[in-house]
């Protein structure tokens, strides 16, 4: 995600290994570009199917989400991919990223302005691309992406986590760890119920 670290991810994964999935956590370089970004995560794929990994699978928290797309999109990776899931992704941008740019233009990364509703690299990027399955889960409580919406994905299944759960109470920063979530994301990974 934007400038965050790995540590929330670190739940996820480890459900993720309980199954049996070989699991990495790609740092991809904090709030630069969401392209550079992109590298990364291809070079990380690139690596487990050099080591033998028939197909990746891509979670995406965040603006990892974005990246994800970038990779399948603009680095043409979708085939490699069988599944790519985004938790809370601004898919559509941010209004939180436009006024970031708006109030501090200078101070505001590459990725900020990059996130920014209807900027160039959202305005150009596909929504989904043919090959993987998409899942976009969102929640209705978010305080990051905003509106919450921006995180549905076209062409994509498309999972609020209030539909599942009515009363869910799950913040932006709670998407990688909520039991709920973790559920939902081992589910649209193709894996049986925790």
């Not at 991809?28 to 995560?41: I, M, V, W």
């Not at 509703?117 to 043919?130: G, I, K, Q, Y």
């Not at 913040?171 to 559920?183: D, K, Y």
Request: net charge negative; proline share 7%.
């Amino acid at each position: 995600g934007y400038g965050g670290g790995t540590r929330e991810l670190e739940l996820l994964a480890t459900a993720l290994r309980a199954t049996g999935r070989d699991v990495v956590i790609v740092r991809t370089g904090g709030p630069g570009d969401l392209r550079e970004q992109a590298a990364t995560l291809e070079r990380a794929a690139d690596a487990r199917l050099a080591a033998g990994a028939p197909s990746v699978d891509v979670i995406g928290y965040s603006s990892g989400g974005v990246v994800a797309r970038i990779w399948a999109d603009e680095l043409g990776r979708a085939g490699v991919a069988r599944r790519i899931v985004t938790l809370g992704s601004p898919h559509h941008g941010t209004d939180v990223a436009r006024l970031g740019a708006a109030i501090a233009p200078g101070a505001c990364p590459d990725a900020c302005r990059q996130l920014v509703p209807d900027s160039e690299l959202l305005a150009d990027l596909a929504e989904t691309v043919p090959g993987p399955l998409w899942t976009a889960v969102w929640t209705a409580q978010d305080a990051v992406v905003t509106p919450p919406e921006s995180a549905v994905l076209d062409g994509a299944v498309n999972v609020r986590v209030q539909d599942v759960c009515g009363d869910a109470q799950i913040s932006h920063g709670q998407l990688p760890t909520a039991p709920l979530v973790v559920g939902l994301v081992a589910l649209a990974s193709g894996i049986e119920p925790l």
